[in-house]
């Protein structure tokens, strides 16, 4: 059996001890509190009143009474009755001159009294006290296994390495550049200490989910043949006060005994969030943030260990993470390029069977603005739909199916809809596309159609086939118009709205929001950043300007619906010829689509 087979076994055997002797536990408990109900509930039968045992002595019933020395607890004989029964008393004195005076006048009772019995008392006080125990001692077992559990999975030579090196990442030439002097570092500290170069103690990968801070954090230490301890910020946040900062203090202990290796954080924001001075959980955040500090403060010069941590959200973290000495360096992770996403393409196309007319430039060209884990995730969807649709391989329609499976949604050929409903999200969708068309800056339209995906009764794709990393003011008015188009056409067409166009709407509204607020592209209020100030700041913009703003992004929205209904008014012709065509065939491709305006 390998090494790694007998840690594991050990690991499990380790679980299904603690499981079994938790369930005992629960067990125990369980068989002790039914024996304390049904004893209680036998006792409750065989209880006399204290009332009734005065009737019963005043009637001359009681044969037998049987008590101990300073107990008021008393058994007693009743005529006529087989069982004794229990009485408490509680005046012994006073209850035993009546049981006298009852001997005296001719009753014959037979009492017995009997010494203090000290040890027929512990079984009783062990079983009452034993449940409370028992929790108590569950309680400090789930408290240690909480805080003194191993955590982070640990890849290294003993146990598992990474296996992801450099070329395994693609799309990210600038960013592995740099990644290089971090393995340098680690290989070949003393080649920098020499120099008088301070080996940098964090580096922070942040950019969009899905962009491959993961990925190539795991290439560094698969680079630099290095333990690489990874762990979740998640896993630090626990119910028990203390403990997230005791496993931020454990962690690093074991990367100083590992060292030189790396320690790899993901999603940092969850305990690296900017402290406040506020109770309750958030105050467990801030010890764990503080410990966290502490610790890479406390890295020495001859200790190499490189912190590694991954966020999307890198405008939550508290200001001390970043400063130098802590995450001294910050690489952005970028959403790749044509050149990058045709690598990434190519690296998991790999284990594919891809028919010969597959061209992976043109996918690559199609799929502006996806993430290396979208695109992984569009040819995985292409393999699964080739194989339900039994090809031998994956034809160029499987992945055209993929991408819109997982932008729109799985397209949903039994939803019967009334032919009002039809007819409705023919115009709106043509709305859309007829818009566009006369729009400089909107791309091209790609495909129409009106049969559901996903939640949307229809849909029209565009074209995403140029890398844009900036937007212009004109461009994004055009694109609040082209998105107020299906509702303008449902409001032309059919002089009534419907709930079709919230979607768009939404988006419509947060775009419009940005450019007053985010992007200071309003002329009235200026280049100015409102967005996320508090109360206090926006004071100094002058009273009423929450008003304002309003008013801005309202006359945005306003503006670009007129302007959607004056070009359907211009282009009725074509609106009415795509959105019957849509009615006939429900999709329209790019080509027949370019037809309509040839003519």
Do not use: W
Not at 447 to 466: C, H, L, N, Q
Not at 479 to 498: F, H, M, Q, T, Y
């Amino acid at each position: 059996m390998k090494k790694d087979d007998k840690k594991n076994n050990k690991k499990q055997n380790k679980k299904l001890l603690i499981t079994l002797i938790i369930i005992l536990i629960i067990l125990l408990v369980g068989v002790i509190t039914i024996f304390i109900v049904k004893n209680n509930e036998k006792e409750e039968k065989n209880t006399l009143a204290y009332t009734d045992l005065i009737k019963e002595l005043s009637y001359g019933n009681i044969e037998k009474i049987e008590m101990k020395t300073g107990s008021t607890t008393l058994k007693v004989k009743v005529k006529n009755e087989e069982e004794e029964k229990t009485a408490i008393v509680p005046d012994i004195e006073s209850f035993m001159t009546l049981v006298q005076a009852k001997v005296e006048q001719g009753n014959e009772i037979e009492l017995i009294q009997k010494p203090k019995d000290i040890l027929s008392q512990i079984p009783g006080t062990i079983i009452s006290f034993l449940p409370t125990a028992i929790m108590l001692a569950l309680f400090v077992m789930i408290f240690k296994m909480q805080g003194l559990g191993e955590k982070g999975k640990v890849y290294d030579d003993t146990e598992r390495k990474t296996k992801v090196k450099f070329e395994d990442v693609a799309g990210l030439d600038e960013e592995k550049e740099e990644m290089i002097e971090i393995v340098d570092f680690l290989k070949r500290p003393e080649k920098f200490t020499k120099m008088g170069a301070r080996v940098p103690k964090g580096v922070l990968l942040y950019g969009k989910p899905g962009t491959g801070k993961t990925l190539i954090a795991k290439a560094i230490a698969g680079e630099a043949n290095v333990p690489f301890i990874s762990m979740s910020g998640s896993e630090f946040i626990e119910m028990f006060a203390g403990l997230g900062a005791s496993r931020v203090r454990k962690l690093f202990e074991k990367a100083r005994k590992l060292a030189p290796c790396i320690v790899f954080i993901d999603e940092i924001d969850a305990i690296g969030s900017r402290r406040t001075s506020n109770s309750g959980a958030e105050t467990e955040n801030n010890q764990t943030l503080n410990q966290l500090l502490v610790e890479m403060d406390g890295f020495g010069s001859e200790e190499t260990i490189i912190v590694l941590a991954a966020t999307n959200r890198p405008e939550m973290l508290d200001k001390a993470l970043l400063r130098p000495g802590r995450f001294d360096r910050r690489i952005t992770i970028p959403i790749p390029d044509l050149k990058g996403r045709l690598e990434i393409l190519k690296i998991h196309s790999k284990d594919k069977k891809l028919a010969d007319d597959v061209n992976l430039e043109s996918i690559a060209e199609d799929t502006a603005g996806f993430t290396g884990a979208e695109l992984e995730n569009i040819l995985n969807e292409a393999a699964i739909i080739a194989t339900k649709n039994r090809n031998t391989h994956i034809e160029n329609t499987d992945i055209e199916e993929a991408v819109k499976k997982v932008t729109v949604g799985l397209e949903k050929h039994t939803r019967t809809y009334s032919d009002k409903d039809k007819r409705l999200t023919a115009y709106h969708e043509a709305g859309h596309a007829v818009v566009s068309r006369y729009l400089p800056t909107q791309t091209n339209v790609k495909e129409i159609s009106i049969i559901p995906r996903g939640v949307a009764g229809g849909y029209t794709m565009y074209k995403s086939d140029e890398d844009k990393y900036y937007i212009s003011k004109t461009e994004m008015e055009e694109k609040l118009i082209a998105l107020l188009g299906g509702r303008a056409a449902e409001k032309l067409v059919l002089d009534d709205i419907s709930t079709g166009a919230s979607n768009d709407i939404e988006v419509a509204t947060g775009i419009a929001r940005d450019m007053v607020t985010k992007y200071g592209m309003s002329d009235n209020l200026g280049p100015i950043d409102f967005q996320g100030k508090e109360p206090y700041e926006m004071q100094m913009f002058g009273e009423n300007i929450g008003d304002k703003i309003g008013l801005e992004v309202k006359t945005l929205i306003d503006t670009a619906y007129k302007n959607a209904i004056e070009l359907l008014k211009q282009h009725r012709d074509k609106l009415d010829l795509i959105a019957e065509t849509l009615l006939q065939k429900e999709k329209i491709k790019e080509e027949d689509f370019n037809r309509f305006f040839e003519e």
